[in-house]
């Protein structure tokens, strides 16, 4: 259940101080660049993990705990997403996945979760941003995945209600805002690397009209088994 503690409530960097960091970034990755003539833009470095990561579409994601029943690329908006139907073991919890992988050096995040509620054109209500810390499964890893997420209700078109929870993965964490990878991204390219990510929207099935707080422990609970499986199957440099 989640609690009402402050961090769900936090509010998104300031606007005016966004701006000034962002500009502060372009500045400080593009004037080396227009100087010598070489425009970064024109040529990012490359993503270290582009292949594990575009190999998401063909093969989804394995959980612990979770066993996959069904995958089948979906059109949804411009973009085809993968989609992925998961029975929870020795439970008859069904829920759903749809993973959307960086497909390429210049490929962003956008309008990812408009196109979404669009496609099923879903009524928003109980809308939270929880954020929490993951642990590292993985021995050689001693960093902490920090994730903010949009988790709500949302009623489609057929009636049918959900519990959804949207974030863009990336290796050290996660967040539903493009701006944030933006950023992270900029910082890295300084370093000439890359943050690779995944966009994910999770659908765990829900009465109708209850109270999506009610399904925060199994919310949780995949959002640390995506994590987990995409930091060390997808995002883990080899």
């Known amino acids: 259940m989640i609690s009402n503690d402050t961090s769900f409530q936090r509010n998104n960097i300031p606007h005016v101080f966004a701006a000034l960091l962002l500009i502060l970034i372009l500045l400080i990755s593009g004037v080396p660049g227009y100087l010598s003539g070489n425009w970064q833009w024109k040529e990012p470095p490359r993503v270290a993990n582009l292949k594990e990561v575009k190999q998401i579409r063909k093969t989804g994601l394995k959980l612990s705990g979770w066993e996959t029943l069904e995958t089948v690329e ?28 960086q497909n390429g050096p210049r490929n962003q995040p956008q309008t990812e979760w408009t196109e979404i509620k669009g496609f099923w054109q879903w009524k928003v209500a109980q809308f ?13 890893s001693n960093t902490n995945n920090k994730i903010k997420a949009n988790f709500f209700r949302a009623v489609l078109k057929n009636r049918q209600t959900y519990a959804i929870l949207q974030w863009y993965a990336t290796p050290n964490g996660g967040s539903p805002s493009t701006f944030k990878w ?3 991204d900029q910082m890295a390219q300084l370093r000439k690397e890359r943050v690779p990510w995944v966009a994910v929207n999770i659908m765990i099935p829900m009465e109708p009209l209850g109270e999506v707080k009610e399904n925060w422990s199994i919310a949780q ?17 080899k």
Do not use: C, M
């Open 128 to 140: 939270e941003t929880p954020e929490f810390t993951i642990q590292p499964t993985d021995s050689s």
């Open 221 to 237: 609970s995949l959002v640390e088994q995506v994590q987990a499986s995409l930091v060390v199957n997808s995002f883990q440099k």
């Open 182 to 184: 933006f950023v992270a």
């Open 74 to 101: 979906r059109q949804i908006g411009g973009h085809k997403w993968l989609w992925q139907k998961i029975k929870q073991k020795n439970s008859d919890k069904i829920s759903y996945l749809l993973l959307l992988p």
